[in-house]
């Protein structure tokens, strides 16, 4: 276990949460009190509601203040109004806690001046006594861990992942995002305004701790760019750091100044200093989801421009596959003859095409045969495949028409099990298929109503492909964007360590 | 009506499907007669399946041949093996047929010399005869109101959109995805090679077509440029047109060589050709799906750049999407002081935005007069808005978490009827707000778990949404880049009869 200071932050003892809410919509964001009871956080550590306007909130005693909490307390959730927040740092000092997490708005960000310098003031005063300070303006801590949650719902499974985000529903949208693609995290924090403790603070943290593999990050605005770009340097060198910077724009950059009072920056100089650290930028919350499962998965082995698509979709969804790789300075290299002699001997001619990309459903017997055919060929790089074409689709699957169940006597449940089989099974072809021949062999998921029809699902298909290690995408063209810049991302970081290989 | 020589051919009142196949798994593409079947072919027109390896086929008699069905058959699907064809076109010579058409593959496309002749050959001898062909290697005619489908599960309603393919993959794509968007078929047709009945025939009997409102095309190749271009011409003059050609990089078009024997041609003449004629190029699958529901709904109407987002999704939410509006060239103008204002009177500052993205929940009593101060501000051309946030989250709706029913004690159908009317009732308030202000109203779709939680559905809200006029997209990015997209297509028809207003 390493020792770095703000340890213990992310693994407190005992939470206030002040402010606490019996509001039946509480289960908006704010809702902190309940999600900590989902999470069972009792059962690890000591949980106190405050509230002086209640007496007791879901059967547990509501304390009045953070003062009359019978035992000591290391981290304190304020949900109170700005205007409160002064009385309530005042108790944290005198309570002696650790750290203090502002889920309160209405400071810098709304570009009042005396309230940045309550801000200011509040951050000193903290500092002063020893307490360090997450936001304010912010959705604070998930450590899966220590079972601290700030939305319910988030997986309880720690993973490899440290998620560091201004904003709380970005960090919201990432976890959810990237659960569904089988990935868990290590930490997250949403530091909302940054006022004491600030991307740098994390990224040393991330660099530096065993749990953490991946590192991805959601910035609006960099308040010490010296102190940012050091410690992104530090932390880039060793692990994949795939940062989405908001306010790229003007008008977004308006919009970051009203949000976490984040002021931009020339966005050139900041890309030009993740480039120099070794970080990839991303340029969307969909490039952001997928360049952490490249980092995470085979996808960060490709080493070369050449795709072989494996269909099985139809031709058109060849040709515009083809674009779509094309468009991303990807090549879709012929096969030789030699390759096409061979595949002749088993797929007919019309209604197929095997001159890549490979628009034909092999027979059963043949597949393995034909995956390594296309996979040692002459100029390839990488095969793009779906989970779903490694075989032939069920007797009665309706690729067209309603979805449905291949056959209605199966329960929901058998269903999934099926599927989840399935799932494992093609995941597992695809691995022996790298295995056998070093090239990555990449996910491409079809659309939910496919698989459903080919009786899969896409959360199955998902789950399997990350555990096996293989990257999946959404579409082809993500799925080639992703690549070219997984390669580019590797050739400006020639000279640093490679971080890439393994696994 | 219209008395267009094609006409006949989209209302076949007689259909002989030859090669019928008893295949259990059936339901693949290929399945003509079971799809006839399931949209009761029969209770308008004679179906005949013909194969003379069988007697019957889901009780009904099997013909061993063409000449074998008791009565006239104006169209013949042909499902039987390219060897066979010559055989079959000298039957429907002689059963004096109107229309042939080939889903038999195996001809031009496969690029063997001897084929290609066999497909002209067989083409010379039915044109000769009066005989139309579409294909080969292709699924043909979808016509909802002839009762005429090529896969399952195609909506029976009629509707205003024309749309030519080559390839019946994503023809299927295309009618799927545009039916998840509201959108109904007038006509559709995949055909393939274009042997006989080439893009300019559709076109030209698109532009004539009184079911037709909006034209959509997927192109692979042009086998003559000067037909092709002359028929765009006539029919983009007057008609919306979208366009997405496959095989425009290098690796595209010869994946659609292998596809429909296309040779691609310079890709900078035919995008100079479609914009010369006024049409409007998709450069991608979901590009064209948004570019018709823009041609069919409000989104034709907006006639500047400057977009007011109306979020509800949280800051982090609001500077990416600014970021998104910003990149297609569009502008989020800040609000004018005096709107500001007027907002802040019942908007609290702390956690929240007035400036543009708007970042609030308003109580309900204001919610009109806030959506009309912004509407109605300076330099604003349109209001971007998810349906979900006309209204606060019900009480219970948890935004985060595990996707639930808000109320667990509703039933399914309960459920999607109270989805319904939410949708309806929302769709109504854009339509209102568009109404009293003259300010487009442009639909933004969240993820359908965040529907699902406010109790609302994708589905329902996208069905509301086209009935109403309101375009719909499924991200802000989208939504932007289809806005810019049409302004550009606007600005290039200068001249042109206007096919963007009215409705």
Redo the contacts between chains.
């Keep these: 276990m390493s020792e770095h200071p703000l340890d213990p932050i992310f693994h407190p003892r005992a939470v206030a949460v002040i402010g606490v809410r019996s509001d039946?919509?509480g289960?908006?964001?704010g809702s902190f009190y309940d999600s900590l009871l989902?999470s069972n956080f009792q059962e690890i550590g000591g949980l106190y509601p405050v509230n002086p306007k209640m007496d007791e909130i879901k059967g547990a005693k509501c304390y009045p203040s953070l003062l009359d909490t019978p035992d000591p307390v290391d981290h304190v959730i304020s949900q109170v109004?700005?205007s409160v927040v002064p009385d309530l740092v005042d108790q944290c000092v005198e309570k002696k806690v650790r750290s203090i997490h502002f889920f309160?708005?209405?400071f810098s960000e709304?570009g009042?001046e005396k309230m940045a310098e309550v801000e200011r003031d509040m951050i000193d005063k903290l500092r002063g006594a020893g307490i360090r300070a997450i936001g304010p303006?912010c959705m604070g801590l998930y450590v899966p861990s220590a079972r601290l949650v700030f939305?319910?719902?988030?997986p309880m499974e720690p993973g490899n992942v440290f998620l560091l985000?201004?904003?709380?529903?970005?960090?919201?949208?990432i976890i959810?995002g990237l659960m569904s693609r089988g990935i868990r995290f290590s930490k997250a924090i949403s530091y909302g305004n940054g006022a004491d403790l600030k991307a740098h603070d994390f990224l040393d943290y991330a660099a530096q701790d065993d749990e953490t593999e991946v590192v991805a990050a959601?910035i609006?605005g960099v308040q010490d760019g010296r102190a940012f770009f050091d410690a992104l340097k530090r932390c880039a060198r060793i692990k994949p750091v795939v940062i989405?910077k908001?306010?790229?724009?003007?008008?977004?950059s308006?919009?970051?100044h009203?949000?976490?009072g984040s002021l931009a920056g020339a966005i050139e100089v900041f890309d030009a200093a993740c480039r120099q650290a070794g970080a990839v930028r991303a340029e969307?919350?969909d490039e952001l989801h997928d360049l952490v499962v490249a980092a995470s998965t085979n996808t960060r082995r490709v080493s070369g421009q050449g795709v072989a698509l494996f269909g099985g979709?139809?031709?058109?969804?060849?040709?515009?596959?083809?674009?779509?790789?094309?468009?991303e300075g990807l090549?879709?290299p012929?096969m030789p003859k030699s390759a096409v002699d061979k595949m002749r001997e088993y797929i007919p001619?019309?209604?197929s095409?095997v001159?890549n990309?490979i628009?034909a459903f092999p027979p059963e017997e043949h597949l393995e045969d034909m995956l390594r055919t296309v996979a040692t060929a002459e100029g390839i790089d990488m095969v793009f495949m779906s989970p779903m074409t490694v075989r032939?689709?069920?007797?009665?699957?309706?690729?067209?028409?309603?979805a449905q169940d291949p056959d209605p006597a199966t329960t929901p449940e058998e269903a999934r099990e099926t599927a989840r089989k399935g799932a494992a099974k093609a995941a597992e072809q695809m691995v022996k298929l790298e295995a056998d021949t070093g090239t990555p062999v990449i996910g491409i998921l079809r659309s939910s109503?496919m698989a459903r029809m080919m009786g899969q699902d896409n959360d199955s298909i998902s789950a399997a492909a990350y555990q096996a290690g293989i990257g999946l995408y959404p579409s082809v063209?993500r799925a080639a964007r992703t690549v070219a810049q997984v390669l580019e991302w590797k050739a400006y970081r020639a000279g640093l360590p490679d971080i890439f290989e393994g696994k």
Excluded: W
């Excluded at 985000?165 to 949208?173: D, H, I, L, M, R």
């Excluded at 908001?246 to 977004?252: I, K, L, P, V």
């Excluded at 979709?313 to 468009?327: E, H, T």
């Design positions: 039946p919509s289960g908006m964001m989902e109004p700005a309160t708005a209405g709304t009042d303006n939305m319910s719902g988030f985000s201004q904003s709380g529903a970005n960090a919201g949208e959810h959601y609006e989405l908001g306010g790229r724009t003007a008008s977004g308006h919009a970051a009203s949000h976490t969307t919350m979709g139809g031709g058109g969804f060849a040709v515009l596959s083809a674009d779509a790789i094309d468009r090549t879709v012929k001619v019309a209604g095409s001159n990309p628009d032939r689709p069920p007797p009665g699957a309706r690729l067209s028409g309603p109503r063209a």
